[in-house]
């Protein structure tokens, strides 16, 4: 089977998460709903999920739930850059500063219902190759 991530080093199938990294399932469903519901909060929920993927990421060597952690703060950050980059169109008109941020909110949410949807399905996320 052809994948477009590379194969974890140990040997292992990255699509079967390890046993060991069990109680990591429960959390990382609790960290895709904080950001996909991040709308209703201004951003609190994303933060608290970001606190949260920080704070546990080092306790799991699983290729797959790596890939989900990255892919979670990938798409945290960029949307913080986006933001940032297209705040200065609420100087211009309300309209322009709107729509680039609605238009960042769905690709936000479109990331986070992607990892949450491949999670569920015990499928890791692709890795962007350098």
Do not use: C
């Not at 519901?37 to 606190?51: C, D, K, P, T, Y």
Request: a positive charge; hydrophobic letters at 50%; zero cysteines.
């Amino acid at each position: 089977m052809n994948t477009p991530w590379p194969a974890p080093a140990n040997g292992a199938h990255a699509e079967s998460p390890s046993s060991a990294d069990d109680a990591l399932r429960p959390l990382m469903h609790v960290m895709y709903a904080l950001h996909t519901l991040s709308w209703f909060s201004l951003g609190i929920f994303s933060v608290v999920a970001m606190v949260l993927n920080y704070a546990k990421r080092g306790s799991t060597r699983s290729d797959f739930y790596l890939s989900h952690f990255r892919w979670q703060a990938r798409s945290f950050w960029f949307t913080l850059l986006w933001l940032v980059l297209t705040s200065p169109l609420w100087l211009i008109f309300v309209f322009p500063g709107y729509a680039a941020w609605f238009l960042v909110g769905l690709w936000y949410l479109y990331r986070f219902v992607r990892g949450w949807w491949t999670f569920a399905e015990n499928r890791p996320m692709p890795v962007p190759t350098p």
